[in-house]
Structure formats: C-alpha cells, structure tokens
C-alpha cells in the first residue's frame, strides 16, 4: 500500500465515513504524497490526533466546556486575555490537561481558583469529537452561502482530510512542497517573518502614526477659516502620501474661534470631507459601479451635469474611524469641547499575498473585505486551512499585520488605558493623555509617529519620534477647489427645488392647540411657505437608508433631498434664527463605488450636512454632543484583547447641529444656553421585540427642548421631519406654533394621537 492509499485507509477508518475523491483533487493529491514519502512523517498516533485537534478547532466542538471556564473564571473575577484564550482553547481543542494548567496557573495564582478550573477541563473526546463531525458531515448545521450546489458533506470530508494530509509531516516539509520559491536557507517557520522577507516594503514602519494639533494660535497664523482649511487639507494630503498604509492619522482640535465664530466643529467637518474623498481615482476595478451610479443619480438628480460629476471617478482616502469629544467635564458649556478626529489609511495595494496557511501563491483577489483592503483566496485543495466546507482560505495582508500586533507582546496596552478609552465621550483628558493613548492603541514597539505641534511623552513607550513642528500654514491651494469638485457636482448642485408643484396639492393640515401637522413632503411644503416664518427650526432627519421610511439608491439622491429642505428651511427661517440638527455617523453603505458588505463604512452624515446647510446659507455654530449613555455595546467590545488596532471605542453619541441663519442676533450666546454633552437616554418602547410606540426612531424629549432657550417664548418652531411629533409636545407652552411636516400619513396619524393625549395630561395636571 503506498502512503496515499495508507493515508485515505487511515482518515476513512477514523471517521467511519467514506470519502469521494474528485478527479482534480486526486491528480493533485499524488504527487503530493510522493513528496512526502521521501520525508520523515509522524506517527500515525500523532497525526490522528492533530486531525481530532483540527476538528474540534474548526467546529469549536468545545465551546461548551471552555465557557464554563470562562464563567467561572469571571465569577471569581478572572477575565482571561486574548492570548490566554487561545492557550486554553488549543489545550481542549487536543485534550492536553498539563497546557491547560499551564495556562490557567499563568493567568491567575488566585489559591483555589487554579485547582477548581482545573477540575472544569473536559474537553470533548475523541469519539464524541467524531462523531460530532459525522452529525456535521451528515445533516450540516450551518449551510449559508457556503452551500451553494454542492453535496456538503462530502466537502467537509475533503476539508479535514487535506489537514489530516498536512500534519502527516512538519510544516516546513509541506511549506518546501506548495511554496514555488522555497528554500531552505531562507525558510521562515513563522509566515509573517517569511511575508517581511518576501515584502519588506509592506513592512516598513518608519511613519505609521501621524498626530497633529489644531488650535487657536494655528488658526491665528492662518487669519482666516478659508486659509486654516487650506493649510489642514494639505496636511492631510501629505499625511496620506506618506503614512505606511494601515497606518492612523489623528487631530486633536481645541476650540476656534475665528471672527466671532467657534469653528471646532466646522473645521472637524470639514477635514472628515477631505480626508474620505480627496483622491479622485480612475478605478479599472470590476466592482465599480460607476454607470449605474451615474444612471441612478441622474434619474433623481435631473439637472445634475454628467460632464462635470465624472462619474467615471472614485474618490479614496482615509477611512473615517471616530470622533472622540472631550469635554472639561460633564456639565461644561457648548464650545469647551476638544474634538479628537481618527482616521485609518487603508489604499489598495495589489501586492500578492501567499497563502498563510499552505503558502502557495496560487492564491487569487477574489474582492476586497472592506474598500481599500485586498482580500485574497487561497485556491490550493490540499491547504490544511480550507473552510470547514472547503472554501479557499480567505485572508488580507490587514488582518496578517494584526495578528502580528496581537504576537508582539511589548505592544500590548495596560488595561487601564483600554477601559479609560472605551467610550468616544470623555471629560477632563488632555491633549497629553490622547497622545499617549493614540500612541499605545495605534502603533506598534519600535514604530516612528510623527508629532505635529504635539508634545512627545517623557515616555517614549519604545516608539520613536518623529518631530515636525506644528502643521504648515505656507502649505496648500485654496481648498476652494475641493468644495467644487467632481464629488459635490454629484448632488450640491446651486438650482434648488425641481419636484413638479403637483404633487403640492396632496398635502393635508391639521391644527390641534399649538401643533399644526403637515402630512407631505418637506421639500414641497416648504417651497409654498410664508417667507421669514419661523423663529427657530428643530429635527432628526432620516439617516441615509437607516429604516424602512428612508430608502435612496446612493448618498447623492440622499444629500440631494436633504439640501432641497435645507433651502427651504432656510427661507421659512427668520434670520437669527437657530435650527438644530441631529444626525448620527453610523455604519452601512453609501452605494458610491460599490453595493456589497464591502462598502460598508462609518458614514460620515454629520460632515455631508455640515456642507450642505453652508451650501444652503446657514452658519454652524457648534454641535451639542448627544451621549445615550452605554449602548450600542459589541462593536467596541475587544474580547481581552489588550493589543494595539483592536480598541475601537464604544460609538455612544450622536450630532445636535446648531445652525444659525445668518446674521446672528447678537444676544443669543450659544455657549451660555447649550451645554457641551447633553446625556439622554434614546426612546425604546420594546415589548417582545415589537416596537410599541408607533415610530421607529423618535428622538427623547430632551432634543427639542434645547430649543427653548434659543427662540423668544411665543414664537413659531418648525420641524420638518415631524415623525410623531415629540417636538411639537416639547415645545407647547413655550411656542405659540409648532409646524411638525410628516410624509408618512400613519406618523402623522399617530403624532396628533400623541399630542392629544399629551394635551389631556397637561390639562388634567393643570386642574
Ligand atoms: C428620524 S424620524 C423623526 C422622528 C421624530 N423626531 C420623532 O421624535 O418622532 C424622520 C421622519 O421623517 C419623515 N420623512 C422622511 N422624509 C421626509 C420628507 N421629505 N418630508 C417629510 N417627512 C419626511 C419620516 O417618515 C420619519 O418619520
């Protein structure tokens, strides 16, 4: 019997299932094996029970038992650390008591708690792990898209007999076979030192981390916003150009005021616009979807001027990551806040990647797991990394460097650092604590961060630093130019208004006390309304494809609509007047280059609407920092992981924009009216799942309310997204007219409803 024929006997007798070979799997498998049978193999015991292993790993057979440690663990306060984790799993996923005890006693010397967990350790045996599998093989529990057409079953089998054929011999016997230019001089066991040696380029970590301050003395030497805009967007331009790819660019922006104004938020905007879209790209990639784009907009955006949208281009840039708001503390008034913008270069890179797990370089770029980031599959049968349905392992050289943060155990971060964090609203840090913290999240032991008018730490933290002074204010064009390029001839378009007044007519008013309801569409009501009507203006507009009632094709049809009823607010608004605006940079897709998971992304909505309203005529004032408190929790949640790249923080709040119609009265001191962070808990009425008060995203109480301080009592309010019309009975007995405008008739419905019944207790409270 020849090795091939031992090996199938072997893997089929273990199981107790048979196995269909498919020709091309056979004409690979062959040579293989008489590759190895020229090697020294393992024992038949030693690799019988990689393959056990190998199962329980991919099926995780033993999450069970390993949860029970881990509860147990954390009822006695022992939270395991990422490295710790895998130790335990790989000890039960091969059965071995003495690596687990090892791995329990690292992590804790608590007396007691070592001995009871270790009494926890039951991993799966054998034959339960076996038969497991079989039940696997047999009636697949997660069939997904990995099904397909195929027979599943049979493909699980191939799946763990190429890891069985793998472990019939050390790696590096396997690695010299599917790897075309191995050598055995330049043989690395770990693949990410044989990836460095291969592409050094991709390893340079000479600028990997970019810090800049923002502040009054830059804007000062810039003179102007125009000019401090210029100076920063060439800044960011260089940035990108010169980071290592990967790597995070951050701004610590303190408050500005440039003529009266506090610009923090603007400029903050306004660098997040920038730093997304500020490389126009001819992309040849099939994923592009640029003529569809281009026939959707303009089927939506009529007047829209093909020639100059250049639909033909993508925009690239920074990944937008967050915003992190520090306040002085909790109660400080509108403008104190420091603002602390994080960005992450990702550009594509097409450089081929080999295969981490077999190392062949037949590997093909199948898509991109997020936009920016190469995404490569392995197409190599035998590779002992195959789904458990065997599909190609799929990797990216993004996710290669990240283990490699999680391997490096001088990177990792003290705990306390991670916790203090862990929230995107924070009182009472300094430019000094962000630094540190961007230092230790964000690089690597040993990499170069460059300082913009940033102090380094007294402790190096084993980075090298890389002064450059503050940001240049000699740099840069006018920004003036990016404001109309391509990307905004998309949607901001000057002409406002095309809807045909037809439809005007369909419009329904009702008054109830103080509430006026509107049942139409914004665009068009507004259009028709009494100029110079309003004495302030208050909404929660829809978030771009965020429920059912706010569907678009792409974010320009959206920015589109948006800045119709920008315009038109701004008309019905009387000058002086504050509109607030509140908006939420969540994650889906703005169907700009691409339709998959691959495009989706942190929106960046607050920005687009800070440029759309100037676009429209209104002045931001500043933004009121909206904190829900703790939820929305997984997103930020690291797993133990205590290593650099893995700490995004919770996203906890959301943008009140405060817009003004210029000029402003004078007498309104925004500062003095509005706090910085404004902590509401968001409306959620769930009974079972089902949604029990009628609209799927009101907005608390507490939103509108702010708008009291900043209108004369008994002056008209205007939202023009009414939704079930909480601003209305926010504002009644202080305004002397609420206008809420609702399309949807069943919100409309519903809002007189509530504001009926709201009526009822205000008046029964009253007598
Ligand atoms: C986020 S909700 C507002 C919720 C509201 N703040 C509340 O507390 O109930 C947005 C609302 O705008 C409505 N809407 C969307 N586009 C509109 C348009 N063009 N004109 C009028 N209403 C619109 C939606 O139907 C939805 O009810």
Known sequence: MNLQQSLVQEFESLLGASVHFPQEYKVALAPLCEHLEAHALRTPTERQARLIAHINSKFNVNRDGIAKVYAHAASRGLVFNFHEKNLIQAAFDSGDQSAFE????????????????????????????????????????????????????????????????????????????FDSTYSAETYERAFWLQL??????????????????????LADSCGSLEELRSAVFAHVSTSYQELENHGHLAYWIEPIVVEGRNITWEICSDIMLFAEKHDEVKLKNAYFRAKQIESETVSHVPDVDVGQARFDLANEGFTYKDTFVCAPSPTSPAGS?????????????????????????????????????????????????????NRGKRYSFKA????????????????????????????????????????????????????????????????????????????????????ESPWFQRYALPSSAQESKENASSTTI??????????????????????????????????????????????????????????????????????????????????????????????????????????????????????????????????????????????????VLVFVKPPAVETTDLSSAL???????????????????????PFPIELPNLLRALMPKGGRALDPFGGSGTTAR??????????????????????????????????????
């Open 102 to 177: 090892e791995a329990i006693s690292k992590a804790s010397s608590k007396e007691g708690l070592v001995d009871a967990l270790c009494r926890l350790f039951a991993p799966a045996s054998p034959a339960e792990t076996i038969s497991y599998f079989r039940g696997e093989v047999e009636a697949p529990s997660k069939l997904r898209a990995e099904q397909g057409d195929r027979a599943i079953g049979n493909e699980a089998l191939l799946s763990a007999f190429s890891a069985f054929v793998f472990s019939a011999a050390d790696q590096e016997v396997l690695h010299s076979y």
């Open 400 to 483: 290669i460097l990240m283990q490699e943060a999680i391997d490096e155990v001088e990177s990792y971060i003290p705990p306390e650092s991670v916790r203090k964090w862990s929230r995107d609203v924070q009182t009472e840090r300094t430019i000094y604590d962000a630094t540190e913290m961007l230092i230790r999240h964000y690089s690597l032991h040993g990499d170069g961060v460059a300082l913009f008018g940033v102090d380094a730490p007294s402790d190096s933290l084993g980075r090298r630093f890389l002064s450059h002074g503050r940001i240049n204010t000699a740099d840069g064009n006018s920004s003036a130019g990016f404001f």
């Open 337 to 389: 806040e420091s603002l602390l913008l994080l960005f992450q270069k990702n550009k594509r890179d097409e450089t081929i990647i080999p295969c981490p797990a077999c190392r062949t370089r037949d590997v093909h770029g199948n898509s991109y797991s997020s936009l920016g980031v190469r995404s490569w599959e392995c197409r190599n049968s035998l590779c002992p990394d195959r789904s458990k349905y």
């Open 196 to 217: 460095r040696q291969l592409h050094p380029q991709l390893y340079s970590r000479e600028r990997t981390l970019d810090i800049a301050k923002i502040d009054q003395e």
């Open 675 to 697: 706090p910085a962070i404004l902590r509401a808990q968001p409306v959620i009425k769930m009974v079972k799942g089902q949604n029990t008060y009628g609209h799927t995203a």
């Open 730 to 767: 926010a504002l009644d007995g202080y305004a002397a007219e609420t206008v809420c405008i609702e399309q949807k008739e069943e919100y409309f419905e519903l809002a007189l409803k509530l504001f009926d019944s709201h009526r009822m207790a205000t008046t029964n409270v009253a007598t």
């Open 510 to 655: 009702q008054r109830l006390g103080s509430l006026t309801m509107v049942c139409g569409n914004s665009a068009m009501v507004l259009q028709d309304w009494p100029e110079n009507y309003f004495d302030g203006a208050v909404t929660s507009p829809p978030y771009f494809n965020a429920r059912e009632y706010s569907q678009w094709p792409n974010i320009y049809c959206y920015l589109r609509d948006m800045l119709i009823i920008a315009q038109g607010c701004y008309k019905a608004l009387k000058p002086g007047a504050v509109y607030l605006y509140n908006i939420f940079d969540y994650f889906d897709n703005e169907r700009s280059v691409v339709f998959s998971a691959m495009g989706d992304k942190r929106l960046i909505l607050s920005a687009y609407t800070v440029d759309i309203f100037r676009r429209a005529g209104f002045h931001l004032s500043g933004s009121i920092t909206w904190d829900k408190g703790d939820i929305e929790g997984k997103r930020g949640f690291n797993a133990g992981n205590f290593s650099p790249y893995y700490q995004a923080p919770f996203n906890c709040w959301e943008h």
